[in-house]
């Protein structure tokens, strides 16, 4: 069992900029295994796909919404992925939430609480 925990949400002007980190439990090795996504829900909307990026870091797919953005990175020794969040818009307002997944095609199977981003415009 992997646990993720999720840092860095809160209040930031459209505009402006945040930070997201996710940390796992698993071993650096196992780590650099997963395929780690971010996901995000607003209020009464569905659980929306933000972005991936593979084991080793060298592919991301990003959702066209945050594409020019958001950029996701990852530090496999640190077991830690990030989304560095620019450009802020009201519409990006939801519980952002960490996963990962076993290998480059698996689902996502661990997954974060949640981590709350509010915009204000």
């Known amino acids: 069992q992997v646990q993720l925990v999720e840092f860095g949400g809160g209040l930031v002007q459209a505009g402006g900029s945040l930070r997201l980190s996710c940390a796992a439990s698993?071993?650096?090795?196992?780590?650099?295994?997963?395929?780690m996504g971010w996901f995000r829900q607003a209020p009464g909307k569905e659980r929306e796909y933000v972005v991936t990026?593979?084991?080793?870091?060298?592919?991301?797919f990003y959702a066209d919404s945050v594409k020019g953005r958001f950029s996701i990175s990852r530090d496999n020794a640190k077991k830690t992925v990030y989304l560095a969040m620019n450009s802020l818009k009201p519409e990006d307002t939801a519980v952002y939430s960490c996963?990962?997944?076993?290998?480059?095609?698996?689902?996502?199977?661990?997954w974060g609480q949640g981590t709350q981003v509010t915009v204000s415009s």
């Open positions: 996963a990962a997944a076993p290998g480059s095609s698996g689902s996502y199977v661990y």
């Open positions: 698993a071993s650096a090795r196992t780590f650099s295994t997963y395929r």
């Open positions: 990026i593979r084991g080793n870091g060298d592919s991301t």
